[in-house]
């Protein structure tokens, strides 16, 4: 199994009119060949071990093909397995052949090659013989569940066939475009521990496994999944048959054929109902940038795209006030600046006048900022917009109070925000990662939390909201809601809906809805619309990688986080 690095393998076969293409013609083996006996089972080159006893040596092993992955596209070769396993279930009776020899599902074969370790996996590399002796005897597939019992690997079923009889449901699906991986789990949508589950990091390793493609291509034209419609975090297969293989620091399954998956966890075309005279929601673009070659698109192409997908996500909130994150900090440059153009955008599908924009007096000096938008028609800024001097920010809070457009009814305080990111960068001393889950700068976020608790507690009625980058049970959000804060998704949003990042196969809320304890009598409900944390990146407005078919101007994958909006009633 080599690294999905033929990027032009799928091109270059297509090309060539090689669908169906099996390696070299398929000729007849010798009946000499086929008297030459195996010296050694396919468990005895496996051992029970991570690595082979025998690597480095040659030698002849006998079995069944149970997987066929020879094409230039795929894994250039296949897996055999012994039909009659041996005593010891810690030996697997699977092993893979690096080969391109003519062979199909089902031939008994007898091959010659030398014992190697790659990326993990014991196979035969190169094979100095393939010799096909008719056909051999059906091989059952052993069946797997996860978590596996105390003290059993995954090792023990190395290049063999194996079934899942239980559900899988699809955890993450960020590489599916690039690679054709997707992380499954026993156990439904994994929860990052920090969420505050109940869950340890060890238990959500036990109930997932990686399914591949069985293919080495990278950025395929047509991603696995994909049609008729695609894969979602939350959709789920049963009874899944593949080949137990490994490679690149994990153990994989790979299929003879694509297993089928139910749509589990549909999409919606809108947030669900949150009530109230006044929506509040808080949406993190994903860099939003109209300076191309910097954090955001690359042309103008990509930015046309991206522009449509995030006005399309807007007009499906439908705010009346909406904070937003990771914006281009160039408000500047005035008509040509990123919040400026995306509210002519917005306004140009939704009616002139529709959408005005805040700008932030203390943006601070990264190139992303935090951004404000509202409906003059709804509701109506109360004096000047604020911020915080607190040298703790790298990305200053914007606050602005607001009332209805009639000037009836209670206020609010809008205070927009967007806390340090994970990535350890930088970092020193305590703000290296601690090893309890929260990642880097986690002192950091709680100092800007406790300071926007402080500044919340002088404001009238404030809503905080952004992406905070802290899963609910981590400091920062402890922090906030130390300080007299409510957070409202934990309040109207059941548990199992109750996240809007999907990072490494584990899903967590970043992005939050708090708002002081009186405002809180008047929340009406609280939603997060799932339409990008389950989304592949193919669907992206990216146009290098993403085939051309997975991109719509429409909402889904228009950013790596999840809107969230609330309800308040004012009057």
Not at 115 to 143: F, I, M, N, W
Not at 343 to 366: C, M, Q, S
Not at 517 to 542: C, F
């Amino acid at each position: 199994m080599r690294r999905k690095a033929a990027a032009l393998a799928t091109a270059a076969v297509a090309a060539a009119g090689l669908a169906g293409y099996s390696g070299p013609a398929r000729a007849e083996t010798p009946a000499a060949a086929c008297e030459t006996p195996a010296d050694h089972r396919i468990a005895q080159v496996q051992g029970s071990a991570a690595a082979s006893p025998l690597a480095g040596q040659t030698v002849r092993v006998e079995g069944v093909v149970t997987g066929d992955f020879r094409r230039t596209d795929q894994l250039k070769g296949f897996y055999i397995q012994d039909p009659a396993p041996d005593a010891d279930p810690a030996t697997s009776e699977g092993l893979f052949v690096y080969s391109t020899q003519d062979v199909k599902a089902g031939d008994h074969v007898l091959v010659t090659g030398k014992v190697t370790e790659y990326s993990g996996l014991t196979e035969l590399s190169p094979a100095s013989a393939v010799d096909v002796c008719g056909t051999g005897p059906a091989v059952r597939p052993t069946d797997v569940r996860l978590p596996l019992p105390d003290g059993v690997t995954m090792e023990r079923y190395e290049g063999m066939l194996v079934r899942f009889p239980q559900r899988l449901t699809a955890t993450e699906v960020y590489d599916l475009g690039r690679y054709g991986e997707v992380s499954l789990s026993s156990a439904g949508r994994l929860f990052n521990p920090t969420e505050g589950r109940g869950r340890t990091q060890e238990w959500n390793d036990a109930h997932r496994v990686l399914l591949d493609d069985g293919s080495n291509v990278q950025n395929p034209p047509v991603p696995p999944y994909t049609r008729p419609r695609v894969l979602r975090v939350g959709d789920s297969t049963t009874g899944l048959t593949a080949i137990m293989s490994q490679g690149f620091g994990s153990y994989r399954l790979e299929p003879a054929k694509l297993p089928k998956f139910a749509r589990t966890n549909p999409r919606h075309a809108k947030p669900a109902p949150v009530g109230g005279d006044v929506r509040v929601a808080g949406f993190n673009t994903q860099n939003w940038f109209t300076t191309l070659n910097k954090r955001g698109a690359t042309s103008v192409e990509e930015r046309d795209r991206q522009l449509a997908k995030l006005v399309a996500a807007i007009k499906g909130l439908n705010p009346d006030v909406a904070g937003l994150m990771e914006v281009e900090n160039n408000d500047a440059a005035g008509a040509d600046s990123a919040i400026q153009t995306l509210v002519d955008k917005l306004n140009a599908e939704v009616g002139a006048g529709t959408y005005a924009w805040i700008r932030h007096p203390n943006p601070g000096t990264d190139e992303i900022h935090v951004a404000a938008i509202y409906k003059p028609a709804r509701v109506r800024p109360e004096g000047a917009p604020r911020s915080s001097d607190a040298p703790v920010f790298e990305r200053p809070p914007l606050v602005q109070t607001f009332s209805r457009a009639d000037g009836k009814g209670a206020r609010f305080t809008l205070i927009a925000n967007h806390f340090k990111s994970k990535g350890c960068t930088g970092a020193t001393g305590a703000d290296k990662d601690q090893g309890d889950g929260q990642g880097c700068f986690n002192p950091r976020r709680v100092a800007q939390a406790k300071a926007v608790a402080e500044l919340a507690a002088g404001e009238t009625n404030p809503v905080v909201l952004g992406d905070l980058n802290a899963y609910t049970a981590e400091d920062p959000v402890k922090a906030l809601v130390g300080g007299g804060l409510v957070g409202q998704t934990e309040r109207f949003v059941k548990p199992a809906q109750r996240y809007s990042y999907v990072f490494q196969g584990q899903s967590g809320e970043l992005d939050h809805v708090l708002t002081g304890k009186a405002l809180s009598k008047r929340v009406t409900g609280a939603a997060i619309w799932h339409i990008n944390a389950d989304e592949p990146l193919a669907e992206g407005y990216a146009t290098k990688y993403n085939p051309p078919y997975l991109y719509h101007p429409d909402a889904y994958r228009s950013s790596d986080h999840d809107p969230v909006v609330i309800g308040l009633r004012l009057r």
